[in-house]
Each structure stands twice: as C-alpha cells, then as structure tokens.
C-alpha cells in the first residue's frame, strides 16, 4: 500500500511537520515556499509519497499557460527528497500527474540530496556547475584551501570585522532600498524580481541569516544565507559600490558562523554561466564542484508539441529554458 497527499502552502504546520526525518535544503522548507508563494501568487505545495518506510517529498508550484497546467519547483535548490530507494515511485508518480492532467514539469535536483534514482537518468539534464563548501573542515583548513588572492584579500579579517553589521532591522532597509536598482543594473533574471512582503516575510524567519558592511553608521553590502540542519544556501548579496569589495569577508564570516553552529554544507550556487566571473569568484573559495543539474519531464506529449510549435519552439530539444513556451 501507499498514500500520497499534497500539503498547501496555507498550512505550515503540516508543511514542516512532513519535513521532520528528510535530509532537505531551505528551498525545500515551508518559509521559503511561502515567501516565493506570495510573490508568485501561484498554487504552491508539498508533493507527498509514502509506501512502506519510504517517505518522498518535493515542493511543487503549478503555472498556467493557455488552458494548459505545468509544474516546476519554485526558486531554490529543492527537488525530490527521499528516505531510501522505491523502485515503484516513477510508476506511481506518473499516475499522479495523468490524474491533475500537467503538461510537463521541471524540477531542480539538489546534489547534496541522494535521490535514490527515482527517475530514468534521460530526463535529467545537466546545465551549470555548484559550488559547495564542506563545512566539517577545520577553519584551518578552510582557509588553507582559499586561493593565494582570496587569503590575501582577507589579510585584515579582524580589523574588518569592527565592521560587521549584524543588526536586522538595518540590514533589511538596505536591501529593500537597494536591491531593485542592485540586479536591474545587472540585467538579473525575473527570478530575483520578489516582492517586498516576500522579502520582508524571508527576512523575519528564524532560519535565515544576514549579515552586512557598516561604514560611517551606514550599511554598505549585506549577504543573505537560508539554512536548514543540513546544509545552508548562499541567496543574495547586494551591495553599493564602495561595499563590493567586502564581499569576500562577508563570506567568510557567514560561513565560519554556520559553521559553528554545525551545519555541514555551504551552496555557493553558481555563476550565470559555467565559468563565468560570478563562478570564479565563487571557486577561490576552495569550494567542491557538483553538477547543477534538473529532471525535465513531458507528460502531455501532443499538448507539449502543440505549445512549442506556437512558439517556434524545437519541442525536441530540451536543453535550455523548460518548457520553452513558459519563458518570461
């Protein structure tokens, strides 16, 4: 026997209480599906599975597109969590959508998550690079592992850190200040385009952790950090031009703080592109190289072909933005 139920993003309670026993990222956890829910506005939950004792979750949100429905994970590094392997899921998981009638869905896969082969190894597509630090590493260690310019860049750690602005209140109205005009100068994509009551939401959780440059009794940079037991995710910076050059010892700070508190896994995420600059700075750190990969499925096939070709869409290629006919 198995049971499969689906969790609203309007009941927390039983959102985080499906989580307790999963190894899961903050993009998995009820507060960050609900901040990307208020932006968003749309249907937004907790994909369910159980049989025997193995428990699958994954958050979902669903988008229309004409008269058709597609499914993706929200912003985050999420995907299909697991408790162990259940060679029956992909056969029972395709009964679930041939019932709610999807098109197609993508998912993020975390690489930090096992995910026990729940699906044909086709329909994951590999598109950029993580980074992703091993926080159980000595400080010693950690550093030693930085490149030659990052140690130097961080020579003075300790009289920076008089500057260390850890006061919310203040870091919270400089990102809400700053943080439009901060990605629209730098052509970011509509993902980063959250709301204000998203991010004022985010910000007041208990698992999200920011930290910021204060000169002259003004913030100057802020970095922002979700984290779970398991692993943390690096989510935002945002700074003004006399900041940028900080950013290296906010991480730093950030990372030795989560550290500390046990949390075994840093994501740095990735550059824009594989080996951009945004991907260098990122590897200095001495960060572990993981793919960045995501299941791509059609379930609708002739609905798919229909959509693409409206759009002068090749509906046999798959690599790049998915389904094409979604692309903002």
């Known amino acids: 026997m198995f049971t499969e139920r689906i969790i609203p993003v309007n009941d927390p309670k039983g959102w985080k209480s499906e989580l307790s026993g999963f190894n899961h990222a903050f993009a998995h956890t009820w507060e960050n599906n609900n901040a990307m829910h208020l932006s968003t506005g749309l249907p937004t939950y907790l994909y369910c599975f159980t049989k025997d004792t193995t428990k699958i979750i994954c958050p979902i949100s669903e988008r229309r597109y004409k008269q058709y429905t597609d499914i993706f994970t929200?912003?985050?590094?999420?995907?299909?969590?697991?408790?162990?392997?259940?060679?029956?899921?992909?056969?029972?998981?395709?009964?679930?959508?041939?019932?709610?009638e999807y098109v197609t869905g993508f998912f993020t896969l975390n690489p930090l998550i096992?995910?026990?082969?729940?699906?044909?190894?086709?329909?994951?597509?590999?598109?950029?690079?993580?980074?992703?630090?091993?926080?159980?590493?000595?400080?010693?260690?950690?550093?030693?592992?930085?490149?030659?310019?990052?140690?130097?860049?961080?020579?003075?750690?300790?009289?920076?850190?008089?500057?260390?602005?850890?006061?919310?209140?203040?870091?919270?109205?400089?990102?809400?200040?700053?943080?439009?005009?901060?990605?629209?100068?730098?052509?970011?994509?509509?993902?980063?385009?959250?709301?204000?009551?998203s991010l004022l939401f985010l910000f007041n959780q208990n698992n999200l952790f920011m930290v910021g440059i204060m000169k002259e009794k003004s913030v100057i940079a802020v970095s922002v950090f979700g984290y779970t037991e398991y692993m943390a995710d690096f989510l935002f910076n945002i700074?003004?031009?006399?900041?940028?050059?900080?950013?290296?010892?906010?991480?730093?700070?950030?990372?030795?703080?989560?550290?500390?508190?046990?949390?075994?896994?840093?994501?740095?995420?990735?550059?824009?592109?594989?080996?951009?600059?945004?991907?260098?700075?990122?590897?200095?750190?001495?960060?572990?190289?993981?793919?960045?990969?995501?299941?791509?499925?059609?379930?609708?096939k002739e609905a798919?072909?229909?959509?693409?070709?409206?759009?002068?869409?090749d509906p046999d290629n798959r690599i790049g933005y998915f389904p094409p006919y979604q692309k903002p």
């Open 239 to 300: 700074s003004l031009p006399k900041g940028k050059s900080y950013s290296v010892a906010l991480l730093w700070f950030a990372l030795l703080e989560l550290k500390s508190t046990g949390i075994p896994y840093l994501n740095l995420g990735g550059g824009v592109k594989k080996n951009d600059s945004l991907a260098d700075f990122k590897r200095r750190f001495g960060a572990d190289v993981y793919p960045l990969c995501a299941l791509k499925q059609i379930y609708n």
């Open 74 to 100: 929200p912003y985050g590094l999420s995907g299909f969590a697991g408790t162990g392997p259940c060679p029956e899921f992909n056969a029972h998981w395709h009964a679930f959508i041939d019932r709610k």
């Open 304 to 313: 798919y072909i229909k959509l693409c070709v409206d759009v002068n869409a």
């Open 114 to 197: 096992d995910q026990y082969d729940y699906f044909p190894r086709e329909d994951i597509y590999s598109y950029n690079d993580l980074y992703i630090l091993g926080l159980s590493q000595s400080k010693e260690q950690l550093f030693s592992n930085l490149s030659t310019n990052r140690k130097r860049q961080l020579q003075h750690f300790e009289s920076i850190k008089e500057e260390i602005c850890l006061d919310k209140p203040a870091l919270i109205e400089f990102f809400l200040t700053n943080y439009r005009e901060f990605y629209e100068i730098r052509n970011a994509s509509s993902l980063y385009q959250l709301s204000e009551e």
